[in-house]
């Protein structure tokens, strides 16, 4: 079974600083990793995943993570935020079976502040 | 990229009626496709699994009388909330599972039972 904690329930940034919103998760097989945002009254728009290869994952929207096995963690960064970057965060972690569920975070809700 | 649509988006009935909602993956075939209920500023909460050609299983604590799910076809899901009460609005949300392990989901639909 896996389960995804993401630590930080509201981050506040400035308009054009950087951020980093943190995910960790458990497991005892290998996963694929997954950032998902979500717009108001909106369903889930997918960032980036990464299923295996590069540990430096590029995404939409000049979003960017790193899978670091060590630590067990899958961390969303952008280093310049814009206001329209004002969503909820999902991190995600599914098995790599067929009929594997994917598990989400809580969500991180990115603050855009003018 | 692999789209999935919903429709309706918005539906409003009175207690009592049933309603159904259809997910569909327009440029994927997806054998496994999941439904999620999520409440107001929480994430996602997973329904049932939904596999082409054979019965849905549900998660604990869902009535699998109470929510439909038929998967007809590689690109067809279907839930349908049966004798709906207000205690049922909420926003449900599907997706269907691609190839390379990834979940897409569709925009969501907003039940609103008076």
């Known amino acids: ?114 | 990229g692999a789209v999935v649509s919903q429709h309706p988006s918005r539906v409003i009935c009175k207690s009592g009626t049933s309603v159904k909602i259809e997910c569909r993956s327009l440029d994927f075939q997806a054998t496994t496709m999941f439904w999620y209920r999520q409440f107001p500023k929480q994430s996602l909460m997973l329904m049932a699994t939904s596999n082409e050609g054979s019965k849905a299983t549900y998660e604990q604590g869902v009535e699998k009388d109470k929510f439909l799910i038929n998967h007809a076809s590689l690109t067809l899901s279907t839930l349908t909330v049966t004798s709906a009460h207000p205690e049922d609005s909420s926003f449900y949300i599907c997706s269907a599972k691609g190839g390379d392990g990834t979940q897409y989901f569709g925009p969501g639909t907003r039940l609103l039972v008076l």
């Open chain 1, 1 to 114: 079974a896996q389960s995804v904690t993401q630590l930080d329930s509201q981050v506040p940034v400035f308009e054009e600083a950087p951020v980093e919103l943190r995910c960790n998760y458990s497991s005892s097989v290998s996963v694929y990793l997954f950032w998902y945002v979500q717009y108001p009254n909106q369903g889930l728009q997918l960032l980036l995943k990464y299923l295996s290869g590069s540990t430096l994952v590029k995404g939409i929207n000049g979003f960017e993570a790193e899978f670091n096995k060590s630590q067990t963690s899958f961390h969303l960064r952008k280093p310049s935020v814009h206001i329209s970057d004002t969503a909820e965060y999902f991190c995600a972690v599914s098995g790599r079976n067929r009929d594997d569920k994917i598990i989400f975070g809580k969500g991180t809700r990115l603050h855009i502040l003018p």
